[in-house]
């Protein structure tokens, strides 16, 4: 059973920077691709990022290009989102997800697997 786990989340103010983290515990994704979603109260789940477990390729949503970095430990089997100069509109709960494929999605619906989510919070 494929199991993600996330941490990391808090209250920062604006400017501040958070790292993700996304425990996986399964090998499974070694040849998959892994994203990062978020959801703010009353809004649908949106693309954040996302990256090839193998090859390392990322995708990024425009409104954090340049502000937020996708990346995994194969090691330590974690997937990570590094977010810089974060923004009160980045505030919302993220979710790491997995999908059964090394194609990058942006769709929340191709995704299979998912995490618990974890809160960040960006005061102004």
């Known amino acids: 059973q494929v199991q993600l786990v996330e941490s990391g989340g808090g209250l920062v103010q604006a400017g501040a920077s958070l790292r993700l983290s996304c425990a996986v515990s399964?090998?499974?994704?070694?040849?998959?691709?892994m994203g990062w979603f978020r959801q703010a109260p009353g809004k649908e789940r949106e693309f954040v990022a996302a990256?090839?477990?193998?090859?390392?390729?990322?995708i990024y949503a425009e409104a954090v290009k340049g502000r937020f970095a996708i990346s995994r430990d194969k090691a330590k089997n974690t997937l990570y989102l590094q977010m810089n100069r974060l923004k009160p509109e980045d505030t919302a709960v993220y979710y790491c997800?997995?999908?059964?494929?090394?194609?990058?999605?942006?769709?929340?619906?191709?995704?299979?697997?998912w995490g618990q989510g974890t809160q960040v919070t960006v005061s102004s």
């Open positions: 997800a997995g999908r059964s494929s090394s194609v990058l999605r942006t769709d929340p619906r191709d995704y299979a697997y």
């Open positions: 399964t090998r499974t994704f070694n040849n998959n691709a």
């Open positions: 990256i090839t477990w193998f090859g390392g390729t990322t």
